[in-house]
């Protein structure tokens, strides 16, 4: 069955970065486009970018282009999200998922 799980969320200093990992199993990573979504305090939902199969990435949320990476490789089923120029409003949960499967999420603070 699908596996996904997060890792390197925690406490970080605003304007500090964070790199966020997705161990994948379960399916063919090499061939599915994941997504990485976020829910912040008050349960607002972002769907914050994607990384297609080939590493084409296309980011959705307005506040996080240009501070956002998403990268992916593909022989050790790992997905990263890296963000930069941390802000308070960028605390939330952070999910990896494919199309129909999210992770449990790690949860990022930023103070």
């Known amino acids: 069955h699908v596996q996904l799980v997060e890792s390197g969320g925690g406490s970080v200093q605003a304007g500090g970065s964070l790199t966020l990992s997705c161990t994948a199993s379960?399916?063919?990573?090499?061939?599915?486009?994941m997504y990485w979504h976020r829910r912040r305090p008050g349960g607002g939902h972002e769907l914050l970018g994607n990384?297609?199969?080939?590493?084409?990435?296309?980011v959705y949320t307005p506040s996080v282009e240009g501070r956002i990476t998403i990268a992916r490789d593909n022989a050790k089923n790992i997905l990263y999200l890296q963000l930069n120029s941390l802000k308070t409003e960028d605390t939330g949960m952070y999910y990896c998922?494919?199309?129909?499967?999210w992770g449990q999420g790690t949860q990022v603070t930023v103070s």
């Open positions: 998922a494919t199309y129909r499967e």
């Open positions: 379960g399916f063919t990573f090499s061939t599915t486009t």
């Open positions: 990384i297609d199969h080939n590493g084409v990435v296309a």
